[in-house]
């Protein structure tokens, strides 16, 4: 697939760390959170990059969808996502579950869910959740 943009960032310290882009735009303070182990402190987790990263594409892809269909989607659209962790029953990891919830006020329930199923198709996030999205990975 040809690619359209390419950004980098990198971690250091695992969920107890720092993390940045490449660019120094984003530059967080990783914690762990209590549910976890950890101590509470102030900071971010990859659950929630990834539930705010998912939710802006997201609302984005409904956008491009919306916009094909001529529909205008209203400037307090909201997406959510809710992201939780934890072992996967093969005892083999860690698993993700995601779910999303979508308010456009002002436009028809089933005009939205319609749009709604179709940026399911279009957002890169939904479609690398439902598929065996290959992930390279090297060592430096």
Known sequence: MPILYTTKA???????GHGASEDGVLDVTLTVP???GGDG??????EQLFATGYSACFLGALKVVAGKEKVKIPDDAKVTATVG??????????GIEVSLSVSAPGIDKAQLEDLVAKAHIVCPYSHAMRTSTEVQVSVE
């Open 10 to 16: 990198s971690a250091t310290g695992g969920r107890a």
């Open 34 to 36: 209590k549910e976890l």
């Open 41 to 46: 402190a102030r900071g971010t987790n990859p």
């Open 85 to 94: 962790v934890g072992p996967r029953e093969d005892g083999g990891g860690f």
